[in-house]
């Protein structure tokens, strides 16, 4: 508490966060971070390594950081399309910063990911590699080497990991495929051997599958396929500690309220059958996209900030859940912006900051969701 204090007063001047009118919560004042430790919770965000993003590099971003999180994930530096340029090469200087930073800073950080199940984000080599007369040797080699020379670089300093992320097809439940499956025999083989290397090479961390099926409708196969493949992990014995629940959340119109509450008991039931076979929870990627509420600011932000306070109370009323990532904190640098316009075109509101570094109701909402959270058990 003391520190986080000292660490915001010595942002004074660098930094002015108008606080949303209601957020209220005295402990919001020390940033998300403090304000989740008084649960057992940590709170953090995605950053990146190129100065002109999301990034430590640039001192607007680098204050939200230091104001908000505990806890710290690289957007895309640790991703194989990012560490593995060439076959025998690796190229550890963007996520070697991020990591120098985050230990300068005090701040831990979740290793983002050793196994990334789609062709499209793996690197190109890898889609066209001659695997040669013994494929499944030859794939098993190169995936054993992948996380062995990662997690081995960075040892204790990462203590949770992503080692698998979004292996199941959304719209059938079914698990994808990608070269390096293919040759080394099956999905569930690649995957396996994934978490089985991880947890070799790094017995103190927290392995976890991420994946992006979510509470509102149209998701139900998705969550099928995911609780197929946790209760495979279980009868195999595989190593596998937690479900990371991406949360890229969306909102369906102005009663944010009422469908928040239409979504919460199927959601519930996904959770409890996760948490039932001994899984820990992890919120690894928040947004809210801001579909079907209108342009007008204000209103959108309250919709946002009401929608994610919801979800936030369901996913907060499970113990397993200790960690809080926002998939970046201000709307400036928000991957959705690119990728899904609004029908209307305005700028997409994701993040807890806007554009321009400020404050926004979704950030309070955040606060109090921390601040009323039954505390973890020790
Ligand atoms: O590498 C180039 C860079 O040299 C160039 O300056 C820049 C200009 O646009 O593009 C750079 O690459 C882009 C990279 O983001 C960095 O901005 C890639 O084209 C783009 O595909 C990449 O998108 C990332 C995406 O994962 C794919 O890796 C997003 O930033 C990132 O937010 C997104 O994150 C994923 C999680 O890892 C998994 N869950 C879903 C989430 C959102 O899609």
């Not at 120098?100 to 990334?116: E, K, S």
């Not at 499209?120 to 794939?139: N, Q, V």
Request: with cysteine.
């Amino acid at each position: 508490m003391i520190h986080e204090i000292t660490r915001r007063e010595s942002l004074a001047g660098a930094l002015a966060v108008p606080i949303a009118p209601y957020a209220t919560v005295s402990s919001d004042e020390a940033g998300l971070d403090a304000a989740g430790r008084r649960s057992g919770l940590r709170f953090g965000s995605a950053l990146s390594a190129w100065a002109h993003g999301a990034s430590m590099d640039n001192p607007a971003y680098a204050a939200l950081l230091q104001v908000d999180c505990g806890l710290l994930v690289a957007e895309n530096e640790m991703k194989w399309q990012h560490l593995r340029p060439a076959p025998g090469q690796f190229d550890f200087a963007a996520f070697d910063r991020i990591m120098a930073w985050a230990a300068q800073h005090r701040m831990a950080v979740r290793g983002h990911n050793l196994l990334w199940q789609r062709r499209k984000w793996m690197p190109t080599w890898l889609e066209r590699y001659d695997f040669g007369a013994r494929p499944a040797k030859s794939a098993g080699e190169i995936l054993v080497n992948h996380i062995t020379t990662v997690t081995r670089r960075y040892g204790k300093r990462i203590a949770s990991y992503d080692v698998v992320n979004e292996a199941v097809t959304p719209e059938t439940g079914a698990l994808e495929e990608t070269a390096l499956s293919h040759a080394l025999g099956g999905t569930e083989a690649t995957l396996d051997l994934a978490f089985r290397t991880a947890h070799e090479q790094a017995p103190h961390a927290e392995l976890v599958y991420n994946d992006y099926m979510s509470w509102e409708p149209g998701n139900a196969a998705h969550r099928a396929g995911v609780l197929r493949l946790l209760e495979g992990f279980r009868r195999r014995g595989v190593p596998v500690h937690g479900l990371g629940v991406q949360s890229h959340i969306v909102t369906a119109g102005l009663d944010t309220g009422g469908s928040a509450r239409s979504y919460e008991r199927d959601w519930r039931h996904f959770l409890d059958a996760v948490t039932g076979m001994g899984y820990r929870l992890l919120i690894t990627e928040l947004d809210v996209r801001d579909n079907g509420l209108p342009a007008d600011i204000v209103v959108r932000d309250r919709g946002v900030a009401e929608y994610a306070r919801r979800y936030l109370d369901v996913m907060l009323s499970y113990p397993q859940l200790r960690d809080v990532v926002a998939w970046g904190l201000c709307d400036r640098f928000s991957w959705i912006g690119p990728v899904e316009r609004r029908a209307d075109k305005a700028a997409r509101r994701p993040c807890p900051y806007d554009a321009d570094y400020r404050a926004k109701p979704l950030r309070a909402a955040i606060a109090q969701a921390l601040a009323a959270a039954p505390p973890r058990p020790a």
